[in-house]
Nanobody, 124 residues
Framework: QVRLVESGGGLVQAGGSLRLSCAASGRTFNTYAMGWFRQAPGKEREFVAATSRSGANTYYGESVKGRFTISRDNAKNTVYLQMNSLKPEDTAVYYC?????????????????WGQGTQVTVSS
C-alpha cells in the first residue's frame, strides 16, 4: 500500500508559478511510476504529466507542455510538479498518482494509488 499526500497548491495570479509536491509513504517509491492529473469543476480528470520510476522519462499533456515540469527525488520519496506561466484555465484540483505496472502513463485507469488532491487557483 502507498499513501500519497500532495501539498503546495494555492492562489496565484496569471503568469505566476507554483510548485506542487507529493510525498509517498513506504520504502518502495522507486518501483512506482508517478503522474499528476487535474480536475476542474464539471470536467473529467485530465492527464497533466508523468515520470518513469527513475525519472529518466517524462510525459506531458498538450495543454501544459513547455510550462510544467515533473521531477522526482527517490531519496525523499517525493515527486514534484513545477508549474510556470500559469493560466486561469489551469485552475483545478491537482492529484498525484502512482502505478506499479507498465501502462499508458496518460491514462488514469493505469494508476493504482491516488492522493487527496490540492487546489490550484489561477486568477486573471
Amino acid at each position: 500500500q502507498v499513501r500519497l499526500v500532495e501539498s503546495g497548491g494555492g492562489l496565484v495570479q496569471a503568469g505566476g508559478s507554483l510548485r506542487l509536491s507529493c510525498a509517498a509513504s513506504g520504502r518502495t517509491f522507486n518501483t512506482y511510476a508517478m503522474g499528476w492529473f487535474r480536475q476542474a469543476p464539471g470536467k473529467e480528470r485530465e492527464f497533466v504529466a508523468a515520470t518513469s520510476r527513475s525519472g529518466a522519462n517524462t510525459y506531458y499533456g498538450e495543454s501544459v507542455k513547455g510550462r510544467f515540469t515533473i521531477s522526482r527525488d527517490n531519496a525523499k520519496n517525493t515527486v514534484y510538479l513545477q508549474m510556470n506561466s500559469l493560466k486561469p484555465e489551469d485552475t483545478a484540483v491537482y492529484y498525484c498518482a502512482g502505478r506499479a505496472v507498465v501502462g499508458d502513463p496518460s491514462t488514469k485507469g493505469a494508476y493504482n494509488y491516488w492522493g487527496q488532491g490540492t487546489q490550484v487557483t489561477v486568477s486573471s
